[in-house]
Nanobody, 116 residues
Framework: QVQLVESGGGLVQAGGSLRLSCLVS????????MGWYRQAPGKQRELVAL???????NYADFVRGRFTISRDNAKSTVSLEMNSLKPEDTAVYYC??????????WGQGTQVTVSS
């Protein structure tokens, strides 16, 4: 059963924008933190942005000021608005949710490619 479904990836030129969305199954309860991670070829998966149940956000330094994370609890979604994209932002982006007991769920990933 697929519980996190990402959408919105694609190919964009440097300086452009993309919006990623993640639909979270309502079978996942007591979600605490929702976030986005990314993994570029040959590199480890890294945190991009997090948002807590209270709406507090945390961003990696390399995206702060360019990316914005948001969540809609009523729609069970978490989104990532990405502006001023750079070629080094090219990666597979993964949605993540963590419940109150620190159990994690991951999406299948969506490819973001930024051309120079």
């Amino acid at each position: 059963q697929v519980q996190l479904v990402e959408s919105g990836g694609g190919l964009v030129q440097a300086g452009g924008s993309l919006r990623l969305s993640c639909l979270v199954s309502r079978s996942i309860f007591n979600i605490n933190v929702m976030g986005w991670y990314r993994q570029a070829p040959g590199k480890q998966r890294e945190l991009v942005a997090l948002i807590t149940s209270s709406g507090s956000t945390n961003y990696a330094d390399f995206v702060r000021g360019r990316f914005t994370i948001s969540r809609d609890n009523a729609k069970s979604t978490v989104s990532l608005e990405m502006n001023s994209l750079k070629p080094e932002d090219t990666a597979v982006y993964y949605c993540n949710v963590r419940n109150l007991w620190a159990r994690d769920w991951w999406g299948q990933g969506t490819q973001v490619t930024v051309s120079s």
